[in-house]
T-cell receptor
Framework: AQSVTQPDIHITVSEGASLELRCNYS??????LFWYVQSPGQGLQLLLK??????LVQGIKGFEAEFKRSQSSFNLRKPSVHWSDAAEYFC????????????FGTGTRLTIIP | DSGVTQTPKHLITATGQRVTLRCSPR?????VYWYQQSLDQGLQFLIQ???????AKGNILERFSAQQFPDLHSELNLSSLELGDSALYFC?????????????FGQGTRLTVV
């Protein structure tokens, strides 16, 4: 069965600093990978997804992620964070193309300090 | 606003009771997914319906059931409630299967069992 590991439970960064959130997946075939963001009291919003093709994918709000098959990773990055980026971030994997039955990681809570 | 509507937003009920959570998918979306988010288990996929039929099942307890109606709205029924069922229940929808589509999440129903 597939699984997702987000090794960082909580990350604190200064506003304007760069950000990288780690995600490792376990799945024998080509995974379909997603990053979602959850703000307090809100549902999940898709930041970006990788299905195939270019391994560097661009998302909304200035986020990007790179799929590295050799490392089974799909890390999320942002060059300069804003206070509004404070939220919980979830990496997820789906195993069937077009099937959004997602397996989520445990999430990384991002705190932004002035 | 994702276009997915969940009601009620909050629900407080006693152990042993039964509740029904309702989800209205985005207009035209045929697939509905239910997820549970709890402190213990994180975000877990429960069940998927596609155009009225059950399509995939995850870690859904036997005390829980769901259905999707002809107008495509869905209900999640939780019975014989236990304290451990307290969680945030999300509904998500997507247009069609077999395509590279995104799942859009509602804002969730927070269930508290006392």
């Amino acid at each position: 069965a597939q699984s997702v590991t987000q090794p960082d439970i909580h990350i604190t960064v200064s506003e304007g600093a760069s950000l990288e959130l780690r995600c490792n997946y376990s799945y024998g075939a080509t995974p379909y990978l997603f990053w979602y963001v959850q703000s307090p009291g809100q549902g999940l919003q898709l930041l970006l997804k990788y299905f195939s093709g270019d391994t560097l994918v661009q998302g909304i709000k200035g986020f990007e992620a790179e799929f590295k098959r050799s490392q089974s990773s799909f890390n999320l990055r942002k060059p300069s964070v804003h206070w509004s980026d404070a939220a919980e971030y979830f990496c997820a994997v789906a195993t069937n193309f077009g099937n959004e039955k997602l397996t989520f990681g445990t999430g990384t809570r991002l705190t932004i300090i002035p | 606003d994702s276009g997915v509507t969940q009601t009620p937003k909050h629900l407080i009920t006693a152990t042993g009771q039964r509740v029904t959570l309702r989800c209205s998918p985005r207009s035209g979306d045929l697939s509905v997914y239910w997820y549970q988010q709890s402190l213990d288990q994180g975000l877990q996929f429960l069940i998927q319906y596609y155009n009225g039929e059950e399509r995939a099942k995850g870690n859904i307890l036997e005390r829980f059931s769901a259905q999707q109606f002809p107008d495509l709205h869905s209900e999640l029924n939780l019975s014989s409630l236990e304290l451990g069922d307290s969680a945030l229940y999300f509904c998500a929808s997507s247009p069609r299967q077999g395509e590279s589509t995104e799942a859009f999440f509602g804002q969730g129903t927070r269930l508290t069992v006392v």
